[in-house]
């Protein structure tokens, strides 16, 4: 059993028990979560390995970020695309593949250090990527309108815009709304009401 916020997810027996303060926007930003979580297995978090549930998770996370953000008009294509580096493998994140979002289909592209973020609208950066290479891709991503994610600690310092945040039982995320202006970028204030934290209101 893994505790999400206030969500409580059993995959075993495909419950979901949610009780969260915000009730008008549980069904639009954490329904996503049951779908995602049948797709990639139904395998009970009692005996699955504690990251493949992160991941599960991150993947739902990632994909109600797409839905929750504004771009600049001009920043999509025929798709809207989840960068992410090509290791460690991140197979979950599949399960997104093909839904809509910006009513736009999602594509996943894995990338390899230092290749270029033409056509990505969000970059995932792992805590796998390490400091050095996060402070890269960031400096590459600056100013450009591309939503960075990481599950590094202290990322928001280190200029990207939302962290997950994972105690090991609780996964939330925070958000720099500084560094998405400069982007371009806007979130809706439901998205807002549901971070843990926001900086540069």
Same mark, same amino acid.
């Given at each position: 059993?893994i +505790?999400?916020? *206030? $969500? &409580? $997810?059993?995959?075993?027996?495909?419950?979901? *028990? =949610? #009780?969260?303060?915000?009730?008008r926007?549980?069904? =639009?930003?954490?329904?996503? %979560?049951?779908? %995602?979580?049948?797709t990639?297995g &139904?395998?009970s978090?009692?005996?699955?390995q504690?990251?493949?549930?992160?991941?599960?998770?991150? !993947?739902a996370?990632?994909?109600?970020?797409?839905k929750?953000? @504004?771009?600049?008009?001009?920043?999509?294509?025929s798709e +809207?695309? $989840?960068?992410?580096?090509?290791k460690?493998?991140?197979?979950?994140?599949d399960?997104i593949?093909?839904?809509?979002?910006?009513?736009k289909?999602?594509?996943? /592209?894995?990338i390899?250090?230092?290749?270029s973020l033409n056509?990505c609208q969000?970059?995932?950066l792992?805590?796998? @990527?390490g400091?050095?290479? =996060?402070? @890269?891709w960031?400096?590459a !991503?600056?100013?450009?309108?591309?939503?960075? +994610?990481?599950? %590094?600690n202290?990322?928001?310092?280190a200029?990207?815009?939302?962290?997950?945040?994972?105690?090991g039982?609780?996964?939330s995320f925070? $958000?720099?709304?500084?560094? !998405? #202006? /400069?982007?371009?970028l806007?979130?809706?204030a439901?998205?807002?009401?549901? !971070? #843990?934290? =926001? /900086?540069g209101?």
């Amino acid at each position: 059993m893994i +505790v999400f916020h *206030s $969500i &409580s $997810i059993d995959f075993n027996s495909a419950y979901l *028990s =949610v #009780r969260l303060r915000f009730a008008r926007i549980r069904c =639009v930003f954490f329904g996503l %979560i049951i779908a %995602i979580a049948s797709t990639v297995g &139904s395998t009970s978090l009692t005996s699955a390995q504690p990251i493949a549930s992160e991941q599960t998770l991150t !993947a739902a996370f990632l994909y109600n970020f797409l839905k929750f953000t @504004e771009w600049p008009d001009d920043a999509f294509d025929s798709e +809207v695309t $989840i960068c992410t580096s090509i290791k460690p493998e991140f197979e979950e994140l599949d399960a997104i593949l093909g839904r809509i979002a910006q009513n736009k289909p999602v594509s996943i /592209r894995r990338i390899a250090h230092k290749e270029s973020l033409n056509s990505c609208q969000l970059l995932f950066l792992p805590r796998e @990527e390490g400091v050095q290479h =996060v402070h @890269e891709w960031l400096s590459a !991503a600056a100013d450009k309108p591309i939503l960075t +994610v990481s599950n %590094i600690n202290d990322f928001l310092d280190a200029g990207g815009m939302i962290q997950l945040n994972n105690d090991g039982k609780n996964l939330s995320f925070s $958000i720099n709304l500084e560094y !998405a #202006r /400069r982007a371009g970028l806007k979130f809706n204030a439901q998205l807002l009401q549901i !971070a #843990r934290q =926001v /900086r540069g209101r």
